[in-house]
T-cell receptor, first 115, second 113 residues
Framework: SAVISQKPSRDICQRGTSLTIQCQVD?????MFWYRQQPGQSLTLIAT?????????ESGFVIDKFPISRPNLTFSTLTVSNMSPEDSSIYLC????????????FGEGSRLTVL | GENVEQHPSTLSVQEGDSAVIKCTYS??????FPWYKQELGKRPQLIID?????GEKKDQRIAVTLNKTAKHFSLHITETQPEDSAVYFC????????????FGGGTRVLVKP
């Protein structure tokens, strides 16, 4: 499986602030996604991170709230903007590696708590 | 879009017994069905997957079955052990969805020693 490094692993944030999460993969990937996992819940896809272009967002998620960058094949960032307590979640980077048959692997996740 | 339903939401079994988790999906174009195990505080880990060209796949104590006609698939864990205790998620994806995974709601499995 790919080595997927996310940082920060956890953070406590104040309401109204923004936080950027970084995702670095050790090898080339074809697809990168960002998922959210609210406490005790399943995984919900936020967006597909597209290299060199705007991310593709799922219903219910917008670029102003969750701006995403992917400047190259192995790196992406997700920003959670103007945070509220409802944004307290685990945010997970996930990838499909180049040359595989489509298996999705997850990073360790970034656990955000918004006060 | 795809909708994946997963049952049961919690499952308690005695060590050594079998556990079965069932999922249904809505998009007949879905062709890839992975299962993930998530231990407390850890990332989801892929444990087994199946594609639409096969009906069953086994890997040691775990197996997955797929019924495309009925649009459901199941995870079977035999000879359960305490380390099988975790939350299990099923998922589905297909080309029409850009290979994006849609997850079921999860099943919390507790194996009692």
């Amino acid at each position: 499986s790919a080595v997927i490094s996310q940082k920060p692993s956890r953070d406590i944030c104040q309401r109204g602030t923004s936080l950027t999460i970084q995702c670095q993969v050790d090898s080339q990937v074809t697809m990168m996604f960002w998922y959210r996992q609210q406490p005790g819940q399943s995984l919900t896809l936020i967006a597909t991170a597209n290299q060199g272009s705007e991310a593709t967002y799922e219903s219910g998620f917008v670029i102003d709230k969750f701006p995403i960058s992917r400047p190259n094949l192995t790196f992406s960032t997700l920003t959670v903007s103007n945070m509220s307590p409802e944004d307290s979640s685990i945010y997970l980077c996930s990838v499909v590696r180049t040359g595989t048959t489509g298996e999705l692997f997850f990073g360790e996740g970034s656990r955000l708590t918004v006060l | 879009g795809e909708n994946v339903e997963q049952h049961p939401s919690t499952l308690s079994v005695q060590e050594g017994d079998s556990a079965v988790i069932k999922c249904t999906y809505s998009d007949s174009a879905s062709n890839y069905f992975p299962w993930y195990k998530q231990e407390l505080g850890k990332r989801p880990q892929l444990i087994i997957d199946i594609r639409s060209n096969v009906g069953e796949k086994k890997d040691q104590r775990i197996a997955v079955t797929l019924n495309k006609t009925a649009k459901h698939f199941s995870l079977h864990i035999t000879e359960t052990q305490p380390e099988d205790s975790a939350v299990y998620f099923c998922a589905a994806s297909g080309i029409t969805a850009g290979n994006k995974l849609t997850f079921g709601g999860g099943t919390r499995v507790l194996v009692k020693p």
